[in-house]
């Protein structure tokens, strides 16, 4: 589709009428996850204890304007609207601007728009990807210059992100495609690694799910159920070119093996399925985005709840970077 400069940004009564319209029950739960997400983000924002002695000391300041990517998934992503949004408004960031791809009816999904307005973010614009990044580091006529912009994105979006920097706007991190690492033993569930595996798969046809495992007999059976839970997949299609394209099932001598490769890969979100073990070997991860010690099929959904961020590093960048908080939207000076 072709839009004229003049129709990127969407109307205020369009934002209030999708809130309007949105199902009670979701409105609810996203309520929820926002009133868990602002409270974690102000628990851990350490410019409400600034401190000072004998007169030095460092003082935070918001920074003046953010933009946040929502990227056009196969599904729609409220979440990353929270987990973007509120850490801005916790630290204080006034203006607030949100761009994503017109794939639902040439528009923005209306669950999206839905959260902005809930969150009182105004300004958003239906366009996507590196053309929308391109407008943030000097601004045009239709959508003002940034001082940070933050959230995922494709590998093109990520390519302007970087340059960005070379014209003095600061970026999160490189976030996406999305991946996830499982470190699963004899004791795992073997149906819930495949559902986990196939979550991640839905993100996109270039996103990665790997399982690390020392048990032989359990990668055979993750391989059963991924063939048996594809099928009543809705976007099978997608998940499975994901699934053949960059994800494996990878049989090691040993977990410590598994550690030390999870370590090397320095995962976005990793997992550790491995029963009573779980978390004496989660304790050994120290390179990832965020984690579970624990077994769970429900990995996006207590994300969500617990409040923590899911905008990470990926590529490897866990080994350095970290999620975006309250901290990355304000500037510390001395």
């Known amino acids: 589709m072709e839009l004229e400069p003049s129709q990127f940004r969407i109307a205020a009564d369009e934002l209030s009428k999708a809130h309007d319209s949105l199902d009670p029950t979701l409105l609810a739960s996203l309520r929820k996850a926002i009133a868990n997400v602002r409270a974690y983000q102000e628990k851990i924002f350490i ?33 990353t609207v929270i987990m973007t949004v509120v850490p801005a408004q916790v630290a204080g960031v ?19 728009l839905a959260v902005c307005h809930e969150l009182g ?33 494709n590998k093109w979006c990520n390519r302007r992100k970087r340059t960005s920097r070379e014209t003095n706007v600061g ?22 690694v495949a559902a986990d595996m196939l979550s991640q798969a839905e993100h996109g046809t270039d996103s990665s799910a790997i399982v690390l495992t020392d048990s032989s007999h359990l990668a055979q059976e993750i391989l059963e ?11 099978s299609a997608e998940a499975a070119q994901s699934l053949q394209r960059f994800s494996r099932i990878i049989v090691v001598g040993s977990m410590d093996d598994a550690v030390r490769l999870a370590n090397e890969f320095a995962t976005e979100h990793l997992e550790v399925q491995c029963g009573t073990r779980s978390r004496e070997i989660g304790e050994r991860i120290t390179n990832a985005g965020g984690g579970l010690p624990r077994p769970t099929h429900a990995r996006r959904r207590r994300r969500l709840l617990a409040g923590p961020s899911h905008t990470l590093p990926t590529g490897s960048r866990a080994r350095f970077s970290s999620a975006l908080t309250s901290n990355d939207s304000s500037n510390p000076s001395a």
């Open 47 to 79: 410019g409400r204890r600034s401190e000072f002695s004998q007169g030095t000391g460092i003082r935070y300041v918001p920074i003046r304007r953010a933009g946040i990517c929502v990227p056009g998934a196969a599904a729609p992503l409220p979440s």
């Open 121 to 153: 973010v105004n300004e958003v614009y239906r366009i996507g990807g590196v053309q929308a990044v391109g407008h943030w580091p000097l601004g045009t006529q239709t959508i003002a210059k940034v001082d940070k912009i933050v959230g995922p994105g």
């Open 171 to 192: 970026i999160d991190s490189i976030a996406g495609p999305s991946e996830v690492l499982v470190l699963a033993n004899d004791q795992a569930n073997p149906a819930w």
């Open 94 to 112: 006034r203006e607030i601007a949100v761009v994503s791809p017109p794939r639902h009816r040439d528009s923005i999904h209306p669950v999206i």
């Open 225 to 235: 159920r991924l063939s048996q839970q594809l099928k009543s997949l809705p976007r």
